[in-house]
């Protein structure tokens, strides 16, 4: 199938009074097949939220071409902001003075929905996000947790194809996440829908998401699936304190733990990948400190190695 979201070579740089220019996004090319959930991961700056509004239209890159289901934003502007819907970090992606139920109807129509449809999917959405009793009432009376609920209402009211999602869960609490989370497995698993979502939060991404890209100033560091991006960060660490010395010493098979001499004991640190090279370095201590070698470079520190072999 064609790509939902395709980005190629997008660039950013902002100027700085008195300082170097900032790149916020270098040359970052990706693609978001449709039905996945996509997210963008990296500190404060990395360049997540400027990514995501040239996505949406919003900031104009200096440099690289989205396209959004096949439609350029930079061309065609228009028809390309009718297949999202976008939800970005903060408050202000809604009208504060206006109720929940004219928000819904405000920014419908905006997106080309109207008529009953329009009428039946605000009722949906206020009735799901337990807002319903409470739609005659202005936003700004609302809680943070929901007048984060409105403005994903507003952004999916008019049925996107593709959905981007700055920091959904900030703010929120842990059952507002947990609404907003239910949401986007639903869009993605049971609509179909193509989510983008950016976060600071590797468990949210590793719940949600079929795909991550990690950012660090500006640049993508790593796209992945999430199974492969866990396999390359998973490391377990292990600290093992032996009976004796070393004295310098240092077999191969160690494979990159490191040891330090104490008083009376070695102790070896470090990661080992899984159960079994756990249980493989178990063993070789186990026989190097059985080996009659080793006990007599206990009091003889010119035995740099075992002549048992």
């Known amino acids: 199938m064609p790509d939902a979201i395709e980005v190629n070579g997008l660039c950013k740089t902002y100027p700085k009074r008195n300082a170097p220019p900032v790149k916020a996004v270098d040359h970052v090319s990706l693609s978001v097949k449709p039905g996945q959930v996509f997210a963008f991961l990296g500190p404060n700056g990395a360049g997540k939220t400027t990514t995501i509004k ?23 502007k228009y028809h390309a902001m009718q297949q999202i ?22 920014f419908g129509r905006l997106k080309g929905c109207s008529g009953k449809r329009l009428t039946q999917r605000a009722e949906q959405f206020l009735r799901e996000l337990e807002l319903w009793d409470r739609r005659n009432d202005l936003v700004n009376e609302f809680s943070r947790g929901m007048q984060q609920k409105v403005s994903i209402a507003c952004a999916l009211i008019h049925d996107p194809s593709i959905v981007l999602l700055d920091e959904p869960t900030l703010g929120l609490d842990v059952t507002a996440s947990r609404t907003v989370k239910g949401w986007v497995m639903r869009l993605a698993r049971e609509q179909g829908k193509t989510v983008v979502l950016t976060t600071h939060q590797l468990d949210m991404a590793q719940e949600l998401c079929d795909r991550v890209a990690i950012m660090s100033n500006g640049r993508l560091v790593a796209n992945q699936p999430v199974s492969e991006l866990l396999g390359v960060f998973h ?14 010493y240092h077999p191969a098979w160690l494979n990159g733990l490191s040891a330090t001499d104490d008083e009376t004991e070695t102790v070896f640190s470090g990661p080992v990948s899984g159960q079994g090279a756990l249980h493989a370095l178990l063993d070789n201590l186990h026989e190097m400190g059985s080996c009659r070698c080793w006990r007599r470079a206990a009091w003889n520190p010119t035995w740099k190695k075992c002549l048992c072999a």
Do not use: S
């Open 54 to 76: 040239m996505m949406c239209g919003l900031i104009t890159p200096e440099a690289g071409v989205v396209h959004l289901n096949g439609i350029a934003v930079g061309r065609d």
């Open 235 to 248: 490391e377990e660490y292990y600290q093992i304190r032996v009976k004796g010395h070393l004295f310098g």
């Open 85 to 106: 819907g976008v939800v970005l970090e903060g408050t202000r992606n809604v009208y504060w003075r206006l109720t929940a139920w004219e928000n819904l109807m405000y």
